[in-house]
Nanobody, 127 residues
């Protein structure tokens, strides 16, 4: 059974930084593309970033390009999201997800290929 667990969320002031972590078990982590998604209250889920199985290529949602960075450590079965220059509009529940594929689909931002999800970690950015 696949288990995905996020951590690292919290309250931060605008302009600040946070790093989210995600550990995954029950799958061959090093063969799975991984992604971060978020959902703000009253809004639809949004694709934040996707990284292919070996970390050589990553993709970002337009709203986070240049501010967020996704990375992975396959030896530790861990995915990261470094978030810099945070803004109040980044406030959301952040979810980590594992793909059944090794690469990010063209539909990754709408969760294409992602079937295993964590419970989420809350990020709140104050103005």
């Amino acid at each position: 059974q696949v288990q995905v667990v996020e951590s690292g969320g919290g309250l931060v002031e605008a302009g600040g930084s946070l790093r989210l972590s995600c550990t995954a078990s029950g799958l061959t982590f090093g063969k799975s593309a991984m992604g971060w998604f978020r959902q703000a209250a009253g809004k639809e889920r949004e694709g934040v970033a996707c990284i292919i199985y070996n970390g050589d290529r990553s993709y970002y949602g337009d709203s986070v390009k240049g501010r967020f960075a996704i990375s992975r450590d396959n030896a530790k079965n861990t995915l990261y999201l470094q978030m810099d220059s945070l803004q109040p509009e980044d406030t959301a529940m952040y979810y980590c997800a594992a793909s059944s594929l090794s690469v990010c689909l063209g539909t990754w931002s709408s969760a294409g290929g992602f079937g295993d999800w964590g419970q989420g970690t809350q990020v709140t950015v104050s103005s």
